[in-house]
């Protein structure tokens, strides 16, 4: 199993995409992420969206959601992931537009708190979808009632999650699908000594990976807590590795916790990814979402591609301040832009 999803030197895969970008041209995105629904099944008790969604408890409306889409797969799009902001799942237009996607020869791809699931959702996850990621973050009943607070206070709802990631698991296996089906794990410190756990029991299920990164808006105690209680967690879960499973710990976003350092002066990571909020309103980047300073355009009123080249998403641009930005996603991938931008490199011929 080759699994290098998470690592950003898959950038250089769309090396004339990167180049155009960092060049002063504006390139459409390949890659999307649209929050079909700013409803949420849960309430997780480090949701950066929280204020987000009260203020706008939206889904986005199906002709919208739609006719974005075939916009989008026009202007090139190579994939689209649908995520959060709130559930995905709790919009129902959301499992009807994943087949279409597919049938329009574009990768698809679903983050979801599996809260959800079901065997019907599952089939057509399982058939369309490049990967499927679900959001564990706990290894017992009670640890995630007390981090997620699904909103369905049955005592067996984290049961039922891990019982849809198994069918989904067996599906895949029956049907000899080529979807990668991932659990993300974000650490917390009331799940610090559960990591392992988590990572040996979808092991055992026969997930093919275990994705960890921090909760990022914590106290700076409780980011120094969260990376020293975790540390031999993630140590025992990286020699449960094999052929067949991996374990993912983003170590860059446990760095960027502490130290908000950054090594360059421009942001270009945004133009690499489309971000679409369920109130319809395009985003500059995926954790500015909700605040009115990186609204691009709404798609009610303008189309995709008059929104990517309006003088109102140069001025956000320009208005972006990089020293008040929540720790990045996009941090690596800055990284290696801000490096093929630089003309003038030192020794750029010695390899």
């Known amino acids: 199993m ?13 090396l004339d995409l990167a180049k155009a970008i960092v060049g002063g041209a504006n390139p459409y995105p390949v890659s999307f992420e649209i929050d079909p629904s700013n409803t949420c099944n849960h309430e997780c008790i480090w949701c950066m969206y929280e204020k ?33 902001g709130g559930e995905p799942l709790t919009n129902p237009f959301t499992i009807e537009l994943i087949p279409y996607i597919k049938r329009k020869g574009v990768s698809v791809a679903l983050v979801t708190n599996g809260g959800l699931l079901d065997s019907e959702k599952n089939q057509v996850i399982v058939e369309n979808c490049s990967y499927i990621r679900i959001s564990i973050d706990a290894g017992c009943e009670a640890t995630h009632d007390k981090l997620h607070r699904s909103k369905n206070r049955k005592n067996d709802h984290y049961k039922k999650i891990i019982d849809n990631l198994s069918y989904i698991v067996e599906r895949k296996k029956s049907l000899n699908k080529d979807i990668t089906i991932g659990v993300g794990f974000l650490v917390h410190p009331q799940n610090t000594q559960e990591i392992f756990a988590v990572v040996t029991k979808m092991k055992e299920l026969g997930v093919d990976y275990v994705q960890i990164r921090p909760v990022c808006n914590l106290s700076k105690d409780e980011r120094e807590l969260v990376i020293t209680e975790s540390r031999s967690q993630i140590d025992h879960s990286l020699k449960t590795i094999d052929d067949d499973f991996h374990v993912f710990p983003i170590l860059h976003r446990f760095n960027e916790i502490l130290s908000m350092d950054r ?89």
Not at 2 to 14: A, D, E
């Open 2 to 14: 080759n699994l290098k999803q998470f690592n950003p030197m898959k950038i250089l895969n769309h």
């Open 52 to 84: 987000f969604m009260k203020e706008k408890n939206v889904l986005i409306p199906k002709e919208v959601f739609k006719s974005t889409i075939a916009e989008i797969i026009g202007l090139g799009a190579k994939s689209i992931t649908f995520t959060g």
């Open 263 to 351: 090594g360059y002066d421009i942001c270009y990571g945004h133009a690499l990814v489309g971000i679409i909020g369920a109130d319809c309103n395009v985003y500059l980047c995926c954790q500015l979402k909700g605040d009115k300073r990186y609204i691009l355009g709404n798609l009610k009123e303008s189309s995709f591609k008059e929104i990517w080249n309006s003088q109102k998403r140069k001025d956000v641009i320009h208005s972006l301040d990089l020293t008040q930005c929540p720790p990045c996603r996009y941090n690596k991938y800055n990284e290696i832009l801000d490096y093929l931008a630089d003309k003038e490199m030192l020794h750029s011929e010695f390899l």
